[in-house]
């Protein structure tokens, strides 16, 4: 999260079109690495499973066949980078000098995609091996050299040339490099539970279709989410900017209090999976709950914070008074569904970590676009609630989403999953 918040606070100081461009193609980058997240997410159900079972060889074959899987991936994004990054923005309908400002950006950040999905990869693999310590070390590392060369990339500082939108890109992809660099050398090297070698290596087709079989359900998932993200903000234009930017205030605040729940959810992901390698379900259910009760009782601090105090919170961002009191309604919304918050994120990476990724698919796509889009439509201009009646439809999405998940991780037909 840290570093398109990082490349916006610099390539602000350069005025309204570099700000434009780069927001239009980080949105489109997000879009295109969703994918690899869901292929990802297929790669941790495996290994997880190859571990618990003690088949260090098996997670070893399956770590080589997803870094094939991350080359075809770079190789496309790199092709889409060169070639298609003004008609892209074009198309999008912006002013021509927010294409020219946005396809510099696009274009070194699809280039630079390769290290992005090598890394993420990378990274996947060590947490399921059961080791999430180095990953983090990694990303401190690595992100804390781009948020210090940002700036004199950018703005040309010190020795630095003044390389304005493509310094932004650069660091970025600088900074990449250096944590995949840090990545493989922890693999190869042996610094973390598995050890990655090229011992025998070939290049398995079976293996990588069943990477993706599990992996692409997880990667619509994730691409049809960031779409909803975007028909929802689309929806708050007609209220104004100070609708939109109140909208962007609660994003801002939601992730914080999301990143905690993923991170727990990933972790009793990887303790599904490898239960299960290791023929032990009910434990795997346990730890489900358990991950469920931490988190749980997490949110419900912040949700009862942001009840009682939601214009502190916003004052962190802006002092406005009309924004605060926007903002703050708003959160006030949002804060009750965060009660159920939990129940979504981490049972749906519980479930996901068994392999089991088809039914968080369909889930997600009818509590986004059976629920939340349809009355985040309706609320607002036939039920009257205005701009109050998107936040409520996100709201009725998350509840019924967080029952549906609690159903299905208690039916329990995952455990029976089969990769």
């Not at 969703?34 to 088949?55: E, K, Q, V």
């Not at 990143?259 to 992901?269: E, K, P, T």
Request: proline share 4%; aromatic share 10%.
């Amino acid at each position: 999260m840290i570093g398109p918040t990082i490349d916006m606070i610099w390539v602000g100081k350069l005025g309204a079109a570099p700000i434009a461009g780069v927001g239009v193609a980080g949105t489109v980058v997000m879009f295109m690495t969703s994918a690899i997240m869901g292929l990802a997410i297929g790669t941790r159900a495996m290994i997880a499973r190859f571990i618990g079972a003690g088949d260090t060889t098996g997670a070893n074959h399956v770590a080589r066949q997803a870094f094939v899987i991350s080359a075809m991936f770079a190789a496309l994004m790199i092709t889409i980078g060169i070639s298609l990054a003004e008609p892209i923005l074009a198309l999008m309908g912006v002013e021509p000098e927010v294409v020219a400002e946005g396809a510099v950006y696009m274009r070194i950040m699809f280039v630079g995609a390769s290290t992005m999905t090598f890394r993420m990869m990378a990274e996947g693999i060590m947490q399921a091996s059961g080791d999430s310590i180095t990953p983090m070390r990694i990303a401190i590392l690595f992100r804390a050299v781009h948020v210090a060369l940002c700036p004199f990339m950018v703005l040309g500082w010190w020795i630095f040339p003044n390389l304005g939108v493509t310094g932004a890109a650069l660091t970025n992809v600088i900074s990449q490099s250096l944590g995949l660099a840090l990545a493989f050398w922890v693999l190869f090297s042996g610094k973390t539970h598995l050890r990655l070698t090229m011992q025998n290596f070939r290049v398995d087709f079976r293996m990588i279709w069943r990477i993706i079989r599990i992996g692409l359900p997880a990667s619509v998932m994730a691409t049809q989410r960031g779409l909803g993200h975007l028909v929802l903000t689309m929806f708050m234009v007609p209220f104004g900017t100070l609708a939109v930017a109140a909208h962007t205030l609660w994003q801002r605040v939601e992730m914080v209090v999301v990143m905690l729940n993923m991170g727990i959810g990933i972790g009793a992901g990887v303790l599904v999976g490898q239960n299960l390698g290791a023929n032990n379900p009910g434990r795997a259910e346990r730890s489900g709950w358990l991950a469920l009760a931490i988190t749980q009782a997490f949110v419900t601090l912040c949700a009862i914070a942001i009840l009682v105090w939601p214009e502190y919170i916003v004052r962190i961002f802006n002092t406005e008074p009309n924004l605060i009191a926007t903002a703050s309604s708003f959160l006030r919304i949002a804060a009750t569904g965060y009660f159920v918050l939990s129940s979504v994120v981490v049972l749906e990476n519980c479930i996901s970590g068994a392999g089991d990724t088809v039914p968080p698919m369909l889930f997600e796509i009818v509590q986004r676009w059976v629920i939340i889009v349809p009355l985040a439509f309706f609320l607002p201009n036939i039920a009257g609630l205005g701009m109050y009646g998107v936040r409520w439809a996100i709201v009725a999405g998350m509840i019924l989403g967080a029952f549906i998940y609690a159903a299905y991780f208690r039916l329990g037909r995952w455990k029976r999953k089969r990769i």
